[in-house]
């Protein structure tokens, strides 16, 4: 099973350099990818993929969180960039220590997922639910130095050891999680919820563990900053649109997005950006409702938490991107895709390449993207 999941792997980056490289001859490069490289050249189509967020993570890995930097980049979380310091020991560069883990992390999260899917579910349905999580239409953030790889990682790793009952590690990953991403602790209910359903009173003691990492952040960030939570004060700095000082509803979301489509350009690369948004928005609220349905509860928990907490912020800007991790989704996905006419399967598959393509193209240009 490992030896294919390399494969498909290895075939899917290569597909996505490909795209990268036509991209050079279809849409001209944006300010910030001027700097990468000569076209085609192994420095430019090394460095496109540390676009965006990508330039923070190897900076933090570099310098580590504050000064010199930037203080909103307080608003990444720290295990991620220290994970690519830590690999520069032994891969002294940090660009290629970023690629290096990112790729390990997604061969280990594929592994690892479809093992889980398989607790439940035929060898097809595991098949399908990496097929279709890798051909996702932002899937090209596993190859980035994002860390929607070593996230994915530990979610899935935490959610098969806790149903092996393995539920010491099952909670010490899920501190790592909390510690990579804000998201992290959205995992913390669902392995209450697989604890207690064990009956195994004595492992409760486990459950201190997930959220120390988000915690000692926190506290790290009350002796820099003075405010435990100046990671949600800064997140403005990368979304206007982001609203921390007042919670805005699901309803609401969609129908300031409503407006956006209707006042947008549709030649404005932006445009299609709030298209994408808005769809994987609608699709995934499918979704959520769904696997309370189809799926276990601490799965269904988890996906309510990673969909619904993020759009308090009165908008799905990024969504498109951190909804790869919300791994019980694409097993929803595959539970309908193996139920469909082939012909059905194809146009699907056919128009998540063709979005995949498109982004693609944009993101290795230096168009945002999400």
Known sequence: MLKQIIKSVLLWRLAILAVAAMAVYILPAKDCCQDFGANLSPSYLANIWANFAGGNFLDLARLGHGLPLKSSTYVFFPLFPAAINILTTVIPNY????????????????????????????????QNTLLLLLLFPTAFFFGSVYTESFFLLLVVLSFYLVRKKQFLLACLTGLFASATSFAGIFLWPALIWEIWQSRDRTSLIWLLLPPLGLLTYMKFLVTKTGDAFYFLKVT?????????????????????????????????????????????????LILTILAFKKLRHSYAIFTLLSYLIPTFTGTFT???????????????????????????????LAINIATAVFLVTLFTRGYFVG
């Open 236 to 284: 403005p700095d990368f979304g206007p649109n982001l609203v921390i000082n007042k919670l805005i509803l699901l309803h609401q979301v969609f129908f300031r997005y409503g407006k956006m489509l209707v006042a947008s350009q549709w030649a404005n690369p932006l445009f299609f950006t709030i298209v994408l948004e808005f769809t994987v928005g609608i699709l995934f």
């Open 318 to 348: 990024g969504l498109p991107r951190y909804a790869l991790t919300i791994f019980p989704a694409f097993i929803l996905l595959s539970l309908w895709y193996d139920n469909q006419k082939p012909l059905v399967k194809k146009v699907y």
């Open 95 to 126: 660009l290629a220590s970023g690629l290096v883990l990112v790729h390990v992390s997604l061969v280990l999260a594929l592994y690892y997922l479809s093992r889980l899917v398989r607790l439940d579910y035929k060898k097809n349905i595991a």
